[in-house]
């Protein structure tokens, strides 16, 4: 489910980033074992029945791959260098947070902790981009495991609200809106271009 928050996305004074086929960089933020790997093998085609030959490697933590949204083709550079921090190997943070276009803000609904950890994450892009209304969605994943929930959706929803970007549920193991999630990236980030052109 999609917040309600679906604001006219403003347009801004730098950005040359989103020409129709430029890849649109997509960043996976988000606490340790809420899924960014998983996420990431997805949009790779590991765990995928899609073809994964179209699928461009750049080293372990770069992918891109060109899917269809809406009728129209929009090439994806998934970028999952923040899972690297943990194992110090990690650009600076600051570098992490200006490498997207847009974020994917990854918690796991078993995890309050990752929650607001993602929370925090938000703030941080905030503060780096104060001016630009840079597409973000909150992403709880790990909605199969039911029995083990500490978030839910309604909290997962008042803080998109909060925070003024889209949300979604997600189960990774079951495959389950993972494409939606990248699906609705695209979409947020060509009302940006749209609003550009008009
Ligand atoms: P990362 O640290 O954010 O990259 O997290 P990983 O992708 O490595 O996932 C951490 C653990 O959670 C792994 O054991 C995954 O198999 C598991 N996992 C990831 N997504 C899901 C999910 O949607 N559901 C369940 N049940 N487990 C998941």
């Known amino acids: 489910s999609w917040s309600s928050s679906d604001s006219v996305i403003s347009t801004d004074s730098t950005g040359e980033t989103l020409g129709p086929g430029k890849p649109l960089r997509v960043l996976l933020l988000g606490g340790s074992d809420v899924g960014k790997t998983a996420f990431a093998s997805i949009f790779a085609g590991a765990a995928d029945s899609m073809e994964s030959d179209d699928c461009q490697m750049y080293g372990d933590e770069v992918c891109e791959r060109t899917i269809e949204v809406d009728g129209e083709e929009a090439t994806i550079t998934l970028l999952d260098t923040w899972t690297t921090e943990e194992d110090g190997r990690c650009m600076a943070e600051d570098q992490c947070m200006q490498t997207g276009d847009a974020y994917l803000l990854l ?92």
């Open 107 to 198: 918690y796991s609904i078993t995890d309050r902790a990752s929650f607001l950890r993602a929370s925090e994450l938000r703030i941080t892009l905030r503060c780096h981009w104060p001016a630009r209304h840079t597409p973000i969605i909150l992403v709880g994943n790990k909605c199969d495991l039911v029995r083990c929930r500490e978030v839910s959706v309604s909290e997962g929803l008042a803080c998109a609200a909060v925070f003024d970007c889209k949300f979604i549920e997600t189960s990774a193991a079951m495959q389950h809106n993972v494409w939606e999630a990248f699906r609705g990236i695209v979409r947020q980030l060509r009302l940006r271009r749209d609003s550009k052109e008009a």
